[in-house]
Every structure is written in C-alpha cells, then in structure tokens.
C-alpha cells in the first residue's frame, strides 16, 4: 500500500497562497488517482480536488474552483496543491488520498473510494 505524507499547511492571511504537498512512498502513484480533502473543524470531512492517474481528468469542489490547482509529478512521486486567493472559510486540516484504479481518465470525490490517507496538514488563514 502506498503511504502518503502531506506538507506546507501554514498560517496565512485571507488573500494569501499556500502549496500543499503530498510525497508518496512503498509504491508509485501510477495507476493511483489522487485526491485532496479537508476537514474544518467541527465537520465533516469534505472532498476538494481530484486528479486521475493519467493526469487528464482533473474536478474541484465548487467552494475553491478558480482558486485551487492540483498537479501531479509521477516522476517525483509527488502530488500538490496550489491555494491561491485563500479565504478564512478555507481553514482545515488537508488530506492527501490515494485510490488504485485501472482506469486512466476516472476520477473519484467520495471518501469511501480511497485507499490510502495521510496523517494531512493544518492550513489556518487568518481574516
């Protein structure tokens, strides 16, 4: 099973970015889609963003489109995401989610897809 581990929360202002990474290791992230999701506090746990394993699939939940940018690296092993024009809405602790899967161009959002989590990172942004 591949093990997941997140970086780069922070504390930021509203209007500020962050890059979250999330380095995987014991296998590689092909034929993984990968995923971001968040928990405030208090809530549920909520989905984010989701890249397929081959890249070309990518699906942002509609409270950061525009706003956040997930890559992935397969050759650094690495998944990231980009967190722009953040707002204090977007306080959490971030995921990083790995689901092995045959299927090049699918994408999952539910967390009962996954496979593999991180332990994630806390991302605070300030008002």
């Known amino acids: 099973q591949v093990h997941l581990v997140e970086s780069g929360g922070g504390l930021v202002q509203a209007g500020g970015s962050l890059k979250l990474s999330c380095a995987a290791s014991?296998?590689?992230?092909?034929?993984?889609?990968m995923a971001w999701f968040r928990r405030a506090p208090g809530q549920e746990r909520e989905f984010v963003a989701v890249i397929s394993w081959s890249g070309g699939s990518t699906y942002y939940a509609e409270s950061v489109k525009g706003r956040f940018t997930m890559s992935r690296h397969d050759a650094e092993n690495t998944v990231y995401l980009q967190m722009n024009s953040l707002k204090p809405e977007d306080t959490a602790v971030y995921y990083c989610?790995?689901?092995?899967?045959?299927?090049?161009?699918?994408?999952?959002?539910?967390?009962?897809?996954?496979?593999?989590w991180g332990q994630g990172t806390q991302v605070i942004v300030s008002s």
């Open positions: 989610a790995a689901k092995e899967t045959f299927w090049g161009h699918t994408i999952y959002t539910d967390t009962a897809q996954y496979d593999a």
């Open positions: 014991g296998r590689t992230l092909g034929q993984h889609a």
